[in-house]
């Protein structure tokens, strides 16, 4: 199993650019999350979903936009980039249901918006 | 809201020194606590967890106990090694689907 995959690693943008940032896993899970990670805040979430068609709102969603039409893809949309945004994305999966399992991470994408 | 709050660092040791990361939590209910492990370069991997008050969480030379009288989940390691450079994240999951709540993140430097 690849787990969690993310593409790119880097990218950097103008201000006001619109771009997706790709994750896949192949475990089969049904949960998946994106998550930005910024200096003395830790992680936190912007979107998740909890299946195929079904997605909501976590901490920090303004300016993202998710889909989820497979179990295995969960793309993150910039809709229209700005410097606040930033950040190192992860994108997690883990199983069903339960507050006790293991969330598995992608290795990251470092975005910097210009 | 539930939050979680960790000592800051970076923390910066020697190799085989006692390494604590003190970590706090606010939740209601009975939430699960985790202690996940960044390397440098790569993502999150999960260094260990506890379900319930008092179950203590291992791996690695790690070790960690759920202090519900205290809210706290401190993490510790007898004698740490170079490779274990890297920034060490608290964290918290209740209800269905685990939803995780961060902490700021601890770096730790080990030096030889």
């Known amino acids: 199993n690849a787990g969690v995959t993310q593409t790119p690693k880097f990218q950097v943008l103008k201000t006001g650019q619109s771009m997706t940032l790709q994750c896949a896993q192949d475990?089969?899970?049904?949960?998946m999350s994106w998550y930005r990670q910024d200096p003395g805040m830790g992680l936190r979430l912007i979107h998740y979903s909890v299946g195929a068609g079904i997605t909501d709102q976590g901490e920090v969603p303004n300016g993202y936009n998710v889909s989820r039409s497979t179990t295995e893809d969960f793309p993150l949309r910039l809709l229209s980039a700005a410097p606040s945004q930033t950040s190192v994305y992860f994108c997690a999966s883990s199983p069903p249901g339960l507050s006790t399992d293991t969330q598995y991470f992608g290795p990251g994408t470092r975005l910097t918006v210009l | 809201g539930d939050s979680v709050t960790q000592m800051e660092g970076p923390v910066t040791l020697s190799e085989e020194a006692f390494l604590t990361i003190n970590c706090t939590y606010t939740?209601?209910?009975?939430?699960?606590l985790f202690w996940y492990v960044q390397y440098p370069g790569e993502g999150l991997q999960l260094l260990l967890k506890?379900?319930?008050?008092?179950d203590k969480g291992s791996n690695k030379g790690f070790e960690a106990t759920y202090r519900k009288e205290t809210t706290s989940f401190h993490l510790e390691k007898g004698s740490v090694q170079v490779s274990d450079s890297a920034v060490y994240f608290c964290a918290l999951s209740k209800g269905s689907w685990g939803k995780l709540q961060f902490g700021a993140g601890t770096q730790v430097v080990v030096t030889p």
């Open positions: 475990m089969n899970h049904e949960y």
């Open positions: 939740a209601t209910g009975y939430p699960s």
């Open positions: 506890a379900t319930k008050a008092d």
